[in-house]
């Protein structure tokens, strides 16, 4: 079966520092992998996704991530960032077949900008 | 705003008691998904359906159901209610169900059973 980790649960950064959230998966098979963000007392959005091609997936907000096959990373970074950019981060991959799948989202990593 | 609305936004609740959380997905989506959040097992996928059927289960108890009718929507109903079931319950939509798609998420539904 398929699982995520996010090893940090709180990663604190002062603003216009750049940042690394990291998201590592198992699987033996062909992977879709998302990032989505979670601001204080609303639903997720995503962030990016990988689904084929180019390793290095850019996304809204400067956001960007690499997806490194040799060693199952999925990393999220952005080079500088913002007080507005405090939430929480879930990494998640599809488990299953086209048709009947299903998201594992790994447990999320708090991003806490300092001023 | 992503499009999914939830109702209610607040729902409190004793033990033993039954509750209905109701999910209207983005215009043209055929796919609705229902997740709990909770601070100790984080997001959980409960069930997806696509277009009135179901087409996946993830931990969802046999307390919980949910069907999607003929006009999309979708509701997830949670009976004999425990203190455990207290939760963010998220619904998300997709346009076509399938492993590539964006899910997009509405507020939640936090539950609070005392």
């Known amino acids: 079966a398929q699982s995520v980790t996010q090893l940090d649960s709180q990663v604190p950064v002062f603003e216009e520092a750049p940042v690394e959230l990291r998201c590592n998966y198992s699987?033996?098979?062909?992977?879709?992998l998302f990032w989505y963000v979670q601001y204080p007392n609303q639903g997720l959005q995503l962030l990016l996704k990988?689904?084929?091609?180019?390793?290095l997936v850019k996304g809204i907000n400067g956001f960007e991530a690499e997806f490194n096959k040799s060693q199952t990373s999925f990393h999220l970074r952005k080079p500088s960032v913002h007080i507005s950019d405090t939430a929480e981060y879930f990494c998640a991959v599809t488990q299953g077949t086209s048709g009947t799948y299903k998201y594992i989202f790994g447990t999320g990593t708090r991003l806490k900008v300092l001023a | 705003d992503s499009g999914v609305t939830q109702t209610p936004k607040h729902l409190i609740t004793a033990t033993g008691q039954r509750v209905t959380l109701r999910c209207s997905p983005r215009?043209?989506?055929?796919?609705v998904y229902w997740y709990q959040q909770s601070l100790d097992q984080g997001l959980q996928f409960l069930i997806q359906?696509?277009?009135?059927?179901?087409?996946a289960k993830g931990n969802i108890l046999e307390r919980f159901s949910a069907q999607q009718f003929p006009d999309l929507h979708s509701e997830l109903n949670l009976s004999s209610l425990e203190l455990g079931d207290s939760a963010l319950y998220f619904c998300a939509s997709s346009v076509d169900g399938i492993r590539t798609d964006t899910q997009y998420f509405g507020p939640g539904t936090r539950l609070t059973v005392l």
């Open positions: 215009s043209g989506d055929l796919s």
């Open positions: 990988y689904l084929s091609g180019s390793t």
């Open positions: 699987s033996s098979v062909s992977v879709y």
């Open positions: 359906y696509y277009n009135g059927e179901e087409r």
